[in-house]
């Protein structure tokens, strides 16, 4: 399977598009966010911290008591020990999406206890989400958004 990859150019900041084999790239570079309820979440910031420099993780993690939002990069040998430090310190049905590169795309390491969405409090409870809607359905919400006053996150 092919995967986009960025390529740097030396002493340049322009980079191009290239495909990039998941069976030739050195490095994974993941995305993911999950909303979940965590009473700790400095607690777990500085176990993440520990665990994934052991890791050679580098990139960004939010965290705070409803969810976490993630970019992060690693060697590609060091994909499945990553996702299993999640599930053992978070939460085992994170969705992940895995793309390849041959570089390390981050520079450093940065995990912070913040605000994920704006608007978006402590007080709100990541087990009460919608279910999946049909396009049709969501066309049909949006031309009476006047009278089913829909929240749309972004």
Same mark, same amino acid.
């Given at each position: 399977?092919? %995967?986009?990859?960025?390529v740097?150019?030396? $002493? @340049?900041? &322009?980079?191009?598009?290239r495909?990039c084999?998941s069976? +030739?790239?050195k490095?994974s570079?993941?995305s ?7 009473e700790?979440?400095q ?13 050679d993780v580098k990139?960004? %993690? ?6 976490? $939002? @993630?970019q &992060?990069?690693m060697?590609?040998?060091?994909l499945?020990? +990553? ?15 895995i ?8 520079k450093k390491?940065?995990?912070t206890?913040?605000k994920?969405?704006d608007?978006?409090?402590d007080?709100?409870?990541?087990s009460?989400v919608?279910?999946h809607?049909?396009p ?8 009476n958004?006047?009278?089913t006053?829909?929240?749309?996150l972004?």
């Amino acid at each position: 399977m092919l %995967i986009l990859k960025i390529v740097q150019f030396a $002493n @340049s900041n &322009i980079g191009s598009v290239r495909y990039c084999s998941s069976k +030739t790239s050195k490095f994974s570079v993941v995305s993911f966010y999950k909303f979940h309820k965590y009473e700790e979440p400095q607690k777990l910031v500085e176990t993440l911290k520990t665990r994934l420099s052991d890791l050679d993780v580098k990139g960004r %993690i939010q965290i705070n008591s409803i969810g976490i $939002n @993630s970019q &992060i990069c690693m060697p590609h040998s060091n994909l499945n020990p +990553t996702k299993d430090t999640f599930s053992e310190t978070y939460c085992d049905d994170i969705e992940y999406k895995i793309h390849h590169a041959n570089f390390q795309v981050f520079k450093k390491l940065r995990i912070t206890n913040k605000k994920l969405v704006d608007g978006m409090g402590d007080d709100f409870d990541p087990s009460k989400v919608g279910s999946h809607i049909s396009p049709e359905k969501w066309n049909e919400i949006l031309d009476n958004r006047e009278s089913t006053n829909p929240l749309i996150l972004d």
